[in-house]
């Protein structure tokens, strides 16, 4: 099956249960703004050579530009302007994760040859999508705190509570902290991130003037 025909399907089987859960959007990009500043974002990415996807999900704050220093509308938001992203994985059984010791990896998703098995496999997607990410964007529901909590230390050490978050690497993470606490009024504690990353800025040079602009 084409991917024109598959986001066809998602449209009609998918879509639907997305919209009931806040989401807007038709057949692979979705977005939910939230009022506390927090934009959910989810992507049904196709492969490049045809016939399987991956789903991506995305956390944003509306008042952060994107990775490439662009301020874009929060409700045109897309999983590709987001810092925080993760993708969803395959569920792993007790014993497969606790005896067997097998560790999770992404699911990609084959379109199927046949509607029949089509339609079966956007339900898969459409159960693992809202079991999984209602328990990703959770994590950011306690919004500014899940950002204002995270430390120095814990971008130095990069903890597993970062990965759970699909957090940016060191440098981008401690930018956008220091951004959030520039926003809520921190003066003293985006001052602070800032100089932690000047300090580790290391060969990532283009983001000195990023950082500096705490200072002025």
């Known amino acids: 099956m084409k991917t024109s025909q598959f986001r066809k399907l998602i449209k009609t089987n998918l879509a639907p249960v997305l919209h009931e859960l806040g989401f807007s959007g038709t057949d692979h990009h979705f ?59 395959h569920e792993l059984t007790w014993f497969q994760s606790n005896v067997l010791r097998k560790k999770k990896s992404e699911a990609w998703f084959r379109y199927g040859d046949t509607e029949d098995e089509s339609i079966a ?49 060191d440098l981008r993470l401690a930018l956008l902290i220091a951004r959030t606490h520039a926003f809520l009024g921190n003066a003293v504690d985006a001052a602070n991130f800032a100089h932690w990353g000047l ?8 983001l000195i003037q990023d950082f500096t602009e705490f200072f002025d």
Not at 41 to 61: M, P, R
């Open 121 to 169: 496999v956007v339900q898969k997607m459409k159960e693992m999508i809202v079991r999984q990410g209602t328990m990703y964007f959770a994590k950011f529901n306690d919004f500014p705190h899940v950002i204002t909590s995270i430390t120095t230390n814990e971008l130095s050490h990069r903890t597993k509570i970062l990965d759970s978050y699909g957090a940016p690497l």
């Open 199 to 206: 300090e580790n800025i290391g060969n990532a040079t283009g």
């Open 31 to 89: 977005v939910k703004v939230d009022k506390n500043h927090v934009i959910n974002t989810i992507v049904i990415q196709a492969d490049k050579y045809g016939g399987s996807c991956v789903v991506e999900l995305g956390v944003h704050f509306d008042f952060l530009p994107n990775p490439l220093g662009e301020l874009i509308p929060a409700n045109k938001i897309t999983v590709y302007d987001c810092e925080f992203r993760t993708r969803i994985v």
